[in-house]
């Protein structure tokens, strides 16, 4: 075990955190936990001012080296090729991978969703994911076997890996076959000291949803009586980057104000 210095649990200093769709709402909340900590941010987004404006507010919230890149995640080419830079630019070394891109959508019904949206779902959320992780993979494999071993992927999921809904097929979909590449990942890279996780957050107000029923509904719905913000997801990521979780790998961790605690 990593011998950890009192006072510096989740100290990021010298670590490098990539984080897919970290260019807003949820993805920027984890990078922001990490920069925090001073670790060096790689975002990928698919809107160059978006990502611009996340640079700032990243190098703002303490991280000593932000980079962006437009990528698209459902290509894999684009992962690929991107990935390879993000390393050489981190000085050959990533020390986190956050696999976040991703959309929401529903549909009035199953018979209602088009194969196309269908496909694009799978596309964005899970063979993006599988894109991502595999290059992760690929990575912190070689440096184990070069005698520097460890590192943390966190896979963003939902509460839709815990149940369906109306609606919401595609999606709950994308989300549960990611929760398989992550328990798989888990199994297969624990012996080269890497950790997998998932987190599932509840309702977070990122700005995409703009409907005050929802709002109530969901403040109303959890336990804490409030709706979650991207704030609320920083400080689970700066943990599972951390040398402080190096004994946690194969869970889904639930920031979701205790909407899965009462069911009843």
Same mark, same amino acid.
């Given at each position: 075990?990593?011998? #950890? $210095?009192?006072? !510096?649990?989740?100290?990021?200093?010298?670590?490098?955190?990539?984080?897919?769709?970290?260019?807003?709402?949820? *993805?920027?909340?984890?990078?922001?936990?990490?920069? @925090?900590?001073?670790? =060096? +941010?790689? +975002?990928?987004? @698919?809107?160059?001012?978006?990502?611009?404006?996340?640079?700032?507010?990243? $190098?703002?919230?303490?991280?000593?080296?932000?980079? &962006? %890149?437009?990528?698209?995640? &459902?290509?894999?080419?684009?992962?690929?090729?991107?990935?390879?830079?993000?390393?050489?630019?981190?000085?050959?070394? #990533?020390?986190?991978?956050?696999? =976040?891109? *991703?959309?929401?959508?529903?549909? /009035?019904?199953?018979?209602? +969703?088009?194969?196309?949206?269908?496909? %694009?779902?799978?596309?964005?959320?899970? =063979?993006?994911?599988?894109?991502?992780? @595999?290059?992760?993979? *690929?990575?912190?494999?070689?440096?184990?076997?070069?005698?520097?071993?460890?590192? &943390?992927?966190?896979?963003?999921? !939902?509460?839709?890996?815990?149940?369906?809904?109306?609606?919401?097929?595609?999606?709950?979909?994308?989300? !549960?076959?990611?929760?398989?590449?992550? $328990?798989?990942?888990?199994?297969?890279?624990?012996?080269?000291?890497?950790?997998?996780?998932?987190?599932? /957050?509840?309702?977070?107000?990122?700005?995409?949803?703009?409907?005050?029923? #929802?709002?109530?509904?969901?403040?109303? @719905?959890?336990?804490?009586? $409030?709706?979650?913000? /991207?704030?609320?997801?920083?400080?689970?990521?700066?943990?599972?980057?951390?040398?402080?979780?190096?004994? %946690?790998?194969?869970?889904? +961790?639930? #920031?979701?104000?205790?909407?899965?605690?009462?069911?009843?």
């Amino acid at each position: 075990m990593t011998a #950890i $210095r009192a006072g !510096s649990l989740f100290d990021l200093t010298g670590k490098t955190a990539l984080v897919t769709g970290g260019n807003g709402g949820v *993805g920027l909340g984890y990078a922001a936990g990490m920069a @925090r900590q001073g670790a =060096n +941010i790689v +975002i990928w987004g @698919r809107n160059e001012g978006k990502n611009r404006e996340a640079e700032a507010e990243l $190098r703002e919230a303490g991280s000593p080296n932000v980079y &962006s %890149h437009c990528v698209d995640v &459902s290509l894999e080419r684009e992962v690929e090729e991107a990935f390879a830079e993000a390393v050489k630019l981190s000085g050959g070394c #990533i020390d986190c991978v956050v696999s =976040n891109a *991703g959309y929401g959508a529903s549909f /009035p019904s199953i018979v209602d +969703i088009p194969t196309v949206e269908w496909q %694009h779902m799978l596309d964005v959320h899970l =063979n993006g994911g599988f894109y991502l992780v @595999r290059a992760a993979a *690929g990575h912190m494999k070689a440096r184990a076997d070069a005698g520097n071993p460890g590192g &943390s992927i966190l896979i963003c999921g !939902s509460l839709s890996v815990f149940g369906g809904g109306p609606g919401m097929m595609a999606y709950s979909a994308a989300k !549960s076959g990611l929760l398989g590449i992550m $328990r798989s990942a888990a199994a297969e890279l624990a012996q080269y000291g890497v950790r997998v996780n998932m987190v599932a /957050p509840g309702y977070i107000k990122t700005g995409i949803v703009d409907d005050p029923a #929802i709002d109530a509904f969901s403040a109303q @719905r959890a336990p804490l009586k $409030r709706v979650g913000t /991207p704030a609320d997801l920083e400080a689970i990521a700066a943990y599972l980057a951390s040398d402080g979780a190096s004994f %946690h790998t194969g869970d889904i +961790i639930t #920031i979701d104000g205790g909407w899965m605690a009462a069911l009843f």
